[in-house]
């Protein structure tokens, strides 16, 4: 079991920045690939961002690449999420998300099924 808890949230202008956190713990956090995934009203959770248990790859969904950064710290336990260029349409809870290592996750980074644990998400809001 791994507890999630993301942080830095919160309302900015359109082209502003903001680095969301994501806090693990509860088991091994080096043992875990990490995502971002983010739900704007009336819509599904999509995927934004994945980063591998070592940190030694990442995937980014085509809305976010070039703007987005995921990064993590495994000896703070803790994914991060730069997200720079922000525009309206990145309006949208964003959650953080674990998966157990296991040799197919990389046929399921993008989904939600691919992920067995879920922080209690943050809210991000870009006004123009």
């Known amino acids: 079991q791994v507890q999630l808890v993301e942080s830095g949230g919160g309302l900015v202008q359109t082209g502003g920045s903001l680095r969301l956190s994501c806090a693990a713990s509860?088991?091994?956090?080096?043992?875990?690939?990490m995502g971002w995934f983010r739900q704007a009203p009336g819509t599904e959770r999509a995927f934004a961002a994945a980063?591998?248990?070592?940190?030694?790859?990442?995937y980014y969904s085509p809305s976010v690449k070039g703007r987005f950064t995921i990064s993590r710290d495994n000896g703070k336990n803790t994914v991060y999420l730069q997200m720079n260029s922000l525009n309206l349409a990145d309006t949208a809870v964003y959650y953080c998300?674990?998966?157990?290592?296991?040799?197919?996750?990389?046929?399921?980074?993008?989904?939600?099924?691919?992920?067995?644990?879920w922080g209690q998400g943050t809210q991000v809001t870009v006004s123009s």
């Open positions: 998300a674990a998966a157990p290592r296991r040799s197919d996750w990389r046929g399921y980074y993008y989904s939600p099924s691919g992920y067995d644990y």
């Open positions: 509860g088991s091994t956090f080096s043992n875990y690939h």
């Open positions: 980063i591998t248990s070592n940190g030694g790859n990442t």
